[in-house]
């Protein structure tokens, strides 16, 4: 598990992304405390609505989750697949691995947008409590960021093609973007795209509306998908 | 040891690439012989366990090789036919991966890896990028990587394939030192490896099994009927269009032909000793 682990860190790619969603951050920071000063700190917590999250699917779809096809692209499927720990303890190893690759991500956006927060603010009052609702949605966040990755590259093994993978996730989680959460309720489809594939949590959002049925629907997800991914691995003879 | 391929068949959608293959193999190495398509990589991945026969199965000791799973992979060392290296790694990186994933411990992955690349000449390519590697270096590469965990179960798809002679020769001397304990399967288009290295030869057509020899064996069987015939440029074309030719030279306006016949093909033929490509033409010639 620690070498896949230090294989996503090893990635420049990894840290590329890392850095130019806190390179945009920055940017945005400077102009919020130079025209939108009453607001800066609002803004500044707001960070995984937008800039985090956008940060953390980039980083998902285009770095992490290429580990789980990239065997097949790169021809190295035949050895990796013939050793006696490269096939589903590899896909395990690789999924904790990457999961804690994107908590550590996700506290690299946290403490560099306190930091950049703080820089670029310090002249401005920071409200009560600030800290803590920050921390609170980074937690979100990072929930939503494990669960979405899991998913994304239980996909990403079934398709064994990257870009597909990356069509298949990345264009519920943009649609998301676009979708007003005020303008939908059950059982629209919209309702459903807006909530029902991470996008919420990685924002940083709780779910207001049923929050159960989220509850039960996303461990059902990650269950049903790694069912099909144990069912394609044995008919590949992956297993 | 020994591993029995027990009736195995493999149908790929309507193509039939094995056909009841019935065959054991003790410690050795076998020499895997056969024009393209004739189910050469099949039963080689078949032996690995990546792909599941048809009909049939594969006995370790007794075990079906495909219930022991990891433990049967602990002991197999693999080479395939096309296979790719990350190029982002370093030769040493790309085989310090591949030994953890074999299960070795850290000392040892490190203490095989340097053996490894001193073995097959790349000591001093050992921290390059792969993506600077030539055919021949990634090759060598393949061939380490498969003997790391000093596999019991060698199985390599054309080993010398993109090698220059002298690591054709090199290759040769590893797996000939290796064999004693191992079964070695090996197949390869260069049959003159195969005549060098190779205990057993198994002769491998339209997915069915010819035979299984020593390649002394092989030659006997075709000793007497390899000629030599001299002749005119122009005779030359109806000689090779009577009888199998495994070589023409052409020296001063004249035609050395080395031909395939049971009887004298002609009152110049002079008899000749075989060599294992007459032996592959009077297999697998037209």
Not at chain 1, 104 to 130: E, Q, R, T, V
Not at chain 1, 142 to 171: E, Q, R, T, W
Not at chain 2, 160 to 168: I, K, M
């Amino acid at each position: 598990m620690k070498t896949e682990c230090y294989q996503y860190f090893k990635n420049p790619l990894y840290w590329v992304v890392i850095g130019l969603g806190l390179a945009v951050r920055t940017v945005l920071a400077y102009l919020d405390g130079r025209y939108r000063g009453p607001q800066f700190w609002e803004l500044a917590a707001d960070f995984w609505n937008k800039t985090g999250s956008v940060t953390m699917g980039f980083l998902i779809l285009l770095v992490m989750i290429r580990r789980f096809s990239f065997d097949t692209e790169l021809r190295t499927f035949p050895i990796i697949n013939s050793t006696s720990y490269g096939r589903f303890s590899l896909f395990w190893n690789r999924l904790i691995g990457g999961g804690a690759a994107v908590i550590a991500a996700g506290l690299f956006l946290y403490a560099g947008n306190i930091g950049i927060s703080f820089l670029l603010g310090n002249k401005i009052d920071m409200p009560y409590g600030w800290t803590n609702s920050f921390s609170c949605a980074t937690v979100i966040a990072l929930v939503g960021s494990v669960g979405y990755f899991l998913m994304s590259a239980m996909i990403c093994d079934l398709a064994k093609n990257h870009p597909i993978a990356m069509c298949l996730c990345g264009l519920p989680f943009a649609s998301s973007y676009f979708i007003n959460a005020g303008a939908v309720s059950p059982p629209d489809i919209f309702w459903f795209l807006r909530y029902g594939l991470f996008t919420e949590l990685v924002r940083g959002k709780t779910i207001k509306s049923f929050p159960a049925f989220w509850f039960v629907w996303y461990i059902a997800l990650i269950e049903l998908t790694l069912f099909f991914v144990i069912r394609k691995r044995k008919e590949r003879k992956e297993l | 040891m020994n591993l029995v391929f027990e009736n195995i068949s493999k149908v790929f959608q309507e193509t039939v690439a094995l056909e009841k293959i019935d065959l054991t193999m003790s410690s050795g190495v076998y020499g895997l012989l056969g024009p393209n398509g004739a189910g050469k990589t099949t039963i080689m991945k078949i032996m690995t366990d990546l792909v599941s026969p048809s009909t049939g199965r594969v006995l370790l000791d007794g075990q079906d090789i495909a219930v022991m799973g990891a433990n049967f992979r602990k002991k197999l060392g693999y080479l395939p036919q096309d296979f790719g290296v990350y190029p982002n790694f370093t030769a040493e990186q790309f085989l310090l991966y591949i030994a953890r994933l074999k299960g070795l411990s850290k000392y040892e992955a490190k203490r095989q890896t340097d053996d490894l690349l001193a073995m097959v000449g790349l000591e001093e390519k050992a921290r390059k990028k792969l993506k600077g590697f030539s055919g021949g270096q990634k090759q060598r590469v393949g061939i380490a990587q498969a003997l790391l965990g000093d596999p019991e179960i060698l199985v390599m798809d054309e080993p010398t394939a993109g090698l220059d002679p002298e690591e054709r020769i090199r290759f040769r001397g590893i797996i000939s030192a290796l064999s004693q304990q191992k079964i070695v399967l090996l197949s390869t288009h260069i049959v003159s490896d195969i005549e060098a290295i190779a205990n057993q030869v198994i002769l491998l057509k339209k997915g069915s099994i010819l035979d299984v020899k020593r390649p002394a064996e092989l030659l006997e069987k075709i000793e007497g009927m390899v000629w030599s015939v001299t002749v005119d440029t122009e005779n030359e074309a109806e000689l090779i269009q009577k009888f199998p030719c495994s070589n023409i030279l052409h020296t001063d306006g004249k035609s050395v032909v080395r031909l395939l016949s049971e009887h004298k093909p002609c009152a110049e033929a002079a008899p000749q000793s075989p060599n294992m490509e007459d032996m592959y033409l009077y297999y697998f010639g037209q």
